[in-house]
């Protein structure tokens, strides 16, 4: 299995990280004397100080009163580039996201991000285990609608979706969330460039029962392939493993119900609703 940039760059992130490191020695501060000073944990602000973990913006303001270094860390996050403030983990990803001429998705437990409402993924954010940091929400859902903006371009990306039908039986945030999700995906399925189709829980044969997928087309007309589990993503650039990923990705839209029949159960649910 080959990956494709394994996030090693220097981030924005690992700047500020570096900046709060030499504030911190220049105060006295240790990190676990300024961990106890507003109670969060060690390895938070050793986190912070790598680079693997995002500074909040109400984080800082606090920092910098108590370091007295008069809103440079506050500013200097205010100024992170929107692409950077993405987990770590996915920035790569949304890259070739953004600039892709034909986009697959297949989704087994929530609905894909580039089809989420605000209140749902709210919902999806706030289930998150362990929590979101204080902030930490807001810029999440802020980030992930800021990717929506990827089917305003022009030329728009030629995009399928796949998602169980237990998705859309599944009340995240409450059942008016639902509704308006499943609503939002109704007048999604009729868009011409966007093709939405619905796996249906009563399959007795299922060509992907190992997770979600994203198969990317770059303009070069290179293959790009996400995957992501537990804590850990990857995205590939081998022809060979991108190759097999499509082999699922075609069997998938054969096993699931077609545009059509998707467009009638989306029907059916809002009017159980």
Not at 74 to 99: L, M, N, S, T
Not at 107 to 133: H, K, M
Not at 235 to 247: A, K, M, N, T, Y
């Amino acid at each position: 299995m080959h990956s494709v940039k394994r996030n090693k760059r220097v981030t924005s992130w690992h700047v500020i990280g570096a900046q709060l490191a030499a504030f911190r020695r220049a105060a006295g501060h240790t990190q676990t004397s300024l961990a106890d000073r507003f109670c969060v944990g060690e390895d938070t602000i050793a986190s912070i100080e790598q680079g693997r973990r995002p500074l909040q913006g109400d984080f800082a303001a606090q920092l910098d009163e108590l370091l007295e270094t008069k809103g440079v860390l506050q500013v200097a996050v205010a100024k992170v580039p929107q692409r950077e403030r993405f987990p770590a983990f996915v920035q790569d990803f949304v890259e070739y996201e953004q600039e892709a001429v034909t986009l697959l998705s297949y989704e087994n437990q929530v609905v894909p991000g580039l089809l989420q409402t605000e209140e749902y993924a709210r919902a999806v954010f706030a289930s998150l285990y362990p929590p979101l940091e204080d902030g930490g929400l807001e810029e999440r859902i802020a980030a992930r609608l800021d990717r929506q903006q990827v089917f305003d371009r022009k030329p728009r990306p030629m995009a399928n979706f796949l998602i169980e039908e237990s998705i859309l039986r599944r009340p995240l945030g409450g059942r008016s969330v639902l509704r308006g999700q499943i609503l939002h995906l109704r007048r999604c399925a009729e868009l011409p460039f966007l093709g939405l189709q619905i796996m249906p829980t009563e399959r007795q044969t299922h060509a992907a029962l190992d997770g979600p997928m994203v198969l990317l087309e770059t303009p070069d007309h290179d293959q790009l392939a996400y995957i992501e589990g537990q804590r850990v993503s990857v995205l590939l650039d081998d022809l060979d493993e991108v190759s097999v990923l499509h082999q699922k990705y075609g069997m998938l839209r054969s096993q699931a119900i077609s545009p059509e029949e998707s467009m009638r159960l989306l029907d059916d649910l809002l009017g159980e609703s």
